[in-house]
C-alpha cells in the first residue's frame, strides 16, 4: 500500500513514514489493501511511552 501523504506531528510522522513509502506490513499481517492495514490496526493495542 503506497502512503500518499503524512500529517506532520501526527502517529505517523512521528514513526518515520514518508509520502511514497511503501506499507507490505503491519506487524506479522501482511497489507495487500487498505483494508488489510485497517484490520490490522483495529486489532493492536498501540503502544504507550
Do not use: K, N, Q
Request: hydrophobic residues 45%.
Amino acid at each position: 500500500m503506497l502512503v500518499s501523504e503524512v500529517e506532520r506531528g501526527g502517529p505517523a510522522g512521528e514513526a518515520g513514514l514518508e509520502r511514497g513509502d511503501v506499507i507490505t506490513a503491519a506487524g506479522d499481517a501482511a497489507v495487500a489493501s487498505y483494508g488489510d492495514l485497517l484490520g490490522s490496526c483495529a486489532t493492536t493495542v498501540p503502544a504507550i511511552p
